[in-house]
């Protein structure tokens, strides 16, 4: 793999970092909440250099801005709006797209609305299924507590413990100091309210799951079994709403890019060669 570039484009009136890698097929990564863009460095070794890995960080996650919320709205139409706008600030032509967690929710609504711009879909423990919300964005939720707990109280210690009993499996092996980087990102003012911002505005899936029988785009729908955020029941609810869509299994929690890359980025590839 050639060294990573990095470029800030400017897109839904937010400025966005993007790290891009190897040249080739455009493959487009949108991460899930409390990550940014290094979530898929470990895939995209997985999947080699003959794509160009595109790893933009989402409106108010790692790099990107962080505007207040009455300049974005955080919702899944404001990130969709920025991704499509993403696009033409990248000259990016039609692209393999995978999404994890809020990534995923974003990827469905790409390929619902926009399927000219999506050539497969890559769907990893996508969020939308969660018809019951976790319990950090049912804290979050409640108006003065959530935004306590979420801007003030949640210190080093309780983000890796939420960290790992929400997002991983209970055999994973993501270390400590990568979760510390994320608590880094997070650990800000501006990063804190985005995320909170991010959390109550996506809580309800409802209009994301009335979308998913519009999608006629060739599907993945890679699943960790041990997920506590959007169990396994979810992933297979999800392969039978998107037409032909093909469910895969590992043994991951909520972020399978970070615990199993090398098995995702071997279902990946296969799902990749197939002509469909």
């Given at each position: 793999?050639?060294?990573?570039?990095?470029?800030?484009v400017l897109a839904g009136g937010v400025r966005l970092r993007v790290?891009?890698?190897?040249?080739?097929?455009?493959?487009?990564?949108?991460?899930?909440?409390?990550?940014d863009h290094s979530t898929w460095s470990e895939l995209c070794s997985a999947l080699g250099p003959a794509f160009h890995h595109v790893m933009p960080d989402l409106p108010g996650f790692?790099?990107?801005?962080?505007?207040?919320?009455?300049?974005?709205?955080?919702?899944v139409d404001a990130f969709t709006d920025a991704v499509v706008d993403l696009y033409g600030g990248l000259g990016l032509g039609r692209a393999v797209v995978v999404g994890q967690g809020l990534g995923g929710t974003i990827a469905i609504t790409l390929a619902a609305r926009h399927p000219e711009l999506v050539s497969k879909l890559v769907l990893i423990d996508a969020a939308p299924n969660a018809l019951e919300p976790s319990l950090p964005t049912r804290v979050a939720a409640v108006p003065?507590?959530?935004?306590?707990?979420?801007?003030?109280?949640?210190?080093?210690?309780?983000?890796?413990s939420i960290f790992r009993r929400s997002l991983l499996g209970?055999?994973?092996?993501?270390?400590?100091?990568?979760?510390?980087?994320?608590?880094?990102?997070?650990?800000t003012p501006a990063?804190?309210?985005?995320?909170l911002a991010t959390m109550r505005a996506t809580a309800d899936a409802r209009a994301i799951i009335a979308l998913t029988p519009r999608i006629e785009t060739p599907t993945l729908v890679i699943w960790g079994r041990h997920d506590r955020v959007c169990p396994a029941a979810f992933g297979q609810r999800l392969s039978?709403?998107?037409?032909?869509a093909r469910l895969e299994l590992v043994d991951a929690g909520h972020c399978p890019q970070e615990e199993r890359p090398q098995e995702v980025g071997a279902a990946t590839l296969r799902f990749l060669g197939e002509d469909r």
């Open positions: 793999m050639d060294e990573p570039r990095y470029r800030d790290r891009e890698e190897g040249t080739g097929a455009p493959v487009l990564y949108l991460h899930g909440i409390h990550l790692g790099e990107s801005e962080k505007p207040p919320a009455v300049r974005f709205a955080y919702d003065i507590l959530g935004g306590l707990v979420v801007k003030q109280l949640l210190g080093r210690a309780g983000f890796r209970p055999d994973s092996r993501v270390d400590t100091a990568r979760i510390d980087r994320y608590y880094e990102l997070f650990n990063s804190r309210g985005s995320a039978r709403q998107i037409r032909g």
